[in-house]
């Protein structure tokens, strides 16, 4: 079926600058909208979902052979989750966020420079109107000489920044609601490879998954600190080491809030409905030490590269993240996602003859971290999120219980 997106997007942006004595002040605002025009028809024929290739082939074998669903369950197979979609595809939006900002860079010293300044954001379809944004910065040169440059400056800073609804998760809101378009999941479905209507499902009032945003939503805001050294060294050479300490807070994720109770089976709002809500209530933390080179060795040759060492945790890596236990969040938090420990960069300018030019670009990083899921819905929630742990009794928990987030891969390299 047509699946299409029309997207207007409008921009208009304005920035002054002011120079008084030893005050370089700047200011300006951006303001920005779009008109999005969104029509959909995933999953429209359904999916059946199976917890292994050996079910599948089970349920196969056993359909041909004129096996019942019960004896086809009894055998190993049957599918684990049926879903579809259906309803109105059309979806449309506006949506428009707005901020401004004031700087000022104030010339202390020949050498040295302090720069502060404030920025505050907001949009649409949050009500969050808190959005002050601090910044402070220093840079001091270190080591001049009358009428020459500092050969040696350290620089550091200090900002709180904000990330912005995007409109992809207010068109899902808007969208997947349960009245304009319906998103039906049945576990354990017993009539494969038959695919019901969505309005005989609605008809028997079948458990649907519903998407909404927090009408508590705030803004996500990363926190940041640096401080580096920069020398200045023969041969037209630059070296800089910098520290980079990050800290998010009202991280993005994703939760079904009407999961089943533990213990009892009741859900919270009733109904059998799942409510996937975008919320922002994680965290991450992340330290980076990145050290930079560069060197123009002649006209016809530049290089450069970095090193960047860091570590990063989280208990979430962005709004399609959902935790393992509904209920419990304090096993999400582990190795982020962009948690890469090591990585090396370099690249280069060669003038080569012929007008040609060489430009290498080798990367080296250590690998991502993955996360191991057992591929059952062990507690009820709808999602297959699931992780192995160790038990006295059994040798698989749901919620990640007893055991890391998260493991190293192996090297990789880019070139």
Known sequence: MLSYTNQDRFELQNFTRLVSGKHNIRWGGLLRAISLHDRATQNYAGTFTFTSLDSYRLTVLGFEQGLTPRQIRASGGGASQFSISGGDPVVAIRQADFGFFLQDDWKLRPNFTLSGGLRYEAQTHSGDRSDFGPRIGFAWGLGSVKGKAAKNAIRGGFGMFYDRLGESLTLDALRLDGVRQQQFLLPFPDFYPAVPSTQTLAGNAQPQAIRQVDAQWRAPMPIQA?????????????????????RGVRVLRSRNINAALPGSGLHPYGGVDSIYLYETSALYRQNQIVTNLHARVSPKLTLSGFYARGRANSNSDGAGTFPANQYDLSPEYGRAGFDVRHRVQSNGSISMPWGLRLSPFPTVASGRPYNITVGRDLN????????????????????GQGGNRRFDLQLRYDF
Not at 226 to 246: C, D, M, V, W
Not at 380 to 386: A, T, V
């Open 380 to 399: 009820g929630d709808s999602l297959y999120l699931d992780r192995p742990a160790f038990g006295r009794s059994t040798g698989l928990m749901g919620g």
């Open 226 to 246: 640096a401080i580096g050294f920069e020398r200045q060294l023969p041969k037209n050479i630059t070296l800089s080491t910098n520290y980079i300490h990050s």
